[in-house]
C-alpha cells in the first residue's frame, strides 16, 4: 500500500447533515482517538452515519447500526455501498408516474397541508413507488437517503416534532433566510444527487449497515477492534422517533400504524430502551457487559445527560480503564444537549492495565 493511499478517503466529502445530535461537527476532535492500528470498526449507534463514513475514510472495516431504518438506509449507501451511484436511467424511473396510486399516497394523505403542499406530497408519494424498481438495494438506498435529507431541508429545524411548517413556509423573512422552504422536493433532490454520488467510496473493506437493537446485535458481532457509542442522551432531545418520525414513515412506508397528536406521528413507536430514565442507566450497563470483548471503547455523552458522569465512569470501570475528555460548547448549535456553557464528552475505554 502507498504510504499516503491511507488518507485518499478523505477526499470524499459526507454530505452536511441536518440531524439532532450529529457528531458530524466533533469529528476531527472524535478522530483523534480512534486507534490508528483498529482495524475493524464498529459504530453502535449511527444516527446520521457521519462517524460511521469516518471510520471508512480511515480504512476501517466499517459496522455501522441503528435501530431506526431511515438511518439504517443511510448507512446501506453510504457506508456498506462501494460503488453504485444514481444515474439518468435511474431518475427516469424514480421520477416516472405513480406506480400504484391507491397504494402509495401515505404522504398526500398524512402531511398536506402540515409539512408539505399538495404537490410535494403527491411527489414524495410517486417516488417511493418506484424506488423498489431500481436494481439494486444501494441504488434504492441512496434514493431514500437523498429524499429523507430533502425533506429536513424543505422544513424550518429540519425535524418534524412542530406543527409550523406551514407558517414558517409563507413567512418572507424565514424565506429570505432560507428559500429551500419553498423549493419543490425535486429541486432539492436534483440538487443534492451530486453530493451524494460523490460520497459513495469503496474504501476496499466489507463494511455493512444493520437495523437492529444494539442490545441483541452486539452478542452477534466478533472481532470488533473499536466501538464508538453515542446512546440517545437521555434528558437531552432523546427520542428522535418523535423528532424524525415522518422520514421513518416515509421509509417503512407503514399502512398499520396510528398516527396520532398534531404532527401525525406513528404509534406505538419502536421500543428503544435508552431514552427514559427508569430504563437508560440498567441497559447502558448491559452494552457495556456485552461489549467488554471489544478492546477500545469511545463513548459520546453530555454532561446534562442521565445518568450522570460519575455514575457512566462507574458503570464502565468494572470492564474498562477510563479517561474523560471534554470539548465545552460555546453555543448551541453542537448537537443534543448542546447548551452554552455544557460540555461534549468523550470517554475514552481501554483494556485494564495489569
Given amino acids: 500500500m502507498n504510504l499516503f493511499e491511507e488518507y485518499s478517503y478523505f477526499d470524499y466529502k459526507f454530505p452536511e447533515p441536518q440531524y439532532l445530535g450529529s457528531k458530524y461537527t466533533h469529528r476531527q476532535w472524535i478522530s483523534k482517538f480512534i486507534p490508528e492500528k483498529a482495524k475493524v470498526a464498529l459504530d453502535a449507534f449511527g444516527g446520521s452515519q457521519s462517524i460511521a463514513f469516518l471510520l471508512k475514510q480511515m480504512g476501517k472495516q466499517t459496522i455501522t447500526n441503528d435501530f ?25 424511473i424514480l421520477f416516472s408516474e405513480n406506480q400504484d396510486p391507491n397504494n402509495f399516497n401515505l404522504m398526500e394523505n398524512l ?26 438495494q444501494y441504488k434504492q438506498a441512496l ?6 435529507r430533502s425533506m429536513t431541508r424543505k422544513v424550518t429545524m429540519g425535524h418534524f416534532a412542530h406543527t409550523q411548517a406551514m407558517n414558517y413556509a409563507s413567512d418572507p423573512a424565514r424565506i429570505k433566510r432560507n428559500r429551500s422552504l419553498i423549493r419543490s422536493l425535486k429541486s432539492l433532490f436534483m440538487e443534492l444527487l451530486p453530493k451524494y454520488n460523490a460520497a459513495v467510496f469503496d474504501n476496499g473493506k466489507e463494511n455493512k449497515s444493520y437495523n437492529e437493537d444494539i442490545l441483541e446485535l452486539l452478542p452477534t458481532l466478533h472481532n470488533i477492534d473499536v466501538a464508538y457509542f453515542d446512546p440517545p442522551y437521555c434528558n437531552s432531545h432523546a427520542d428522535y422517533q418523535s423528532f424524525y418520525h415522518l422520514l421513518e414513515t416515509y421509509v417503512m412506508y407503514w399502512k398499520d400504524k396510528k398516527f396520532v397528536n398534531g404532527t401525525k406521528r406513528y404509534e406505538p413507536k419502536r421500543h428503544s430502551g435508552f431514552d427514559c430514565k427508569d430504563e437508560a442507566k440498567k441497559n ?3 452494552m457495556f457487559s456485552q461489549a467488554q470483548h471489544i478492546p477500545t471503547w469511545i463513548v ?55
Wanted: charged share 30%; net charge negative.
Fill in 143 to 148: 434514493a431514500l437517503t437523498i429524499m429523507c
Fill in 68 to 92: 431506526l431504518k431511515f438511518d439504517s438506509e443511510i448507512g446501506k449507501a453510504l457506508i456498506e455501498n462501494p460503488y453504485e451511484r444514481l444515474e439518468e436511467d435511474d431518475l427516469n
Fill in 284 to 286: 447502558l450497563e448491559t
Fill in 300 to 354: 459520546s455523552y453530555n454532561d446534562r445527560s442521565y445518568p450522570d458522569i460519575d455514575t457512566m465512569v462507574k458503570m464502565m470501570k468494572l470492564f474498562k480503564d477510563v479517561r474523560v475528555e471534554r470539548k465545552p460548547y460555546t453555543n448551541s448549535r453542537g448537537g443534543k444537549g448542546s447548551v452554552a456553557g455544557s460540555s461534549e464528552i468523550l470517554f475514552i475505554c481501554t483494556n485494564k492495565q495489569e
Fill in 111 to 136: 402531511f398536506t397541508d402540515l409539512f408539505f403542499p399538495q404537490k410535494d406530497a403527491t411527489f414524495a408519494d410517486s417516488v417511493r413507488s418506484n424506488i423498489p424498481r431500481l436494481n439494486s
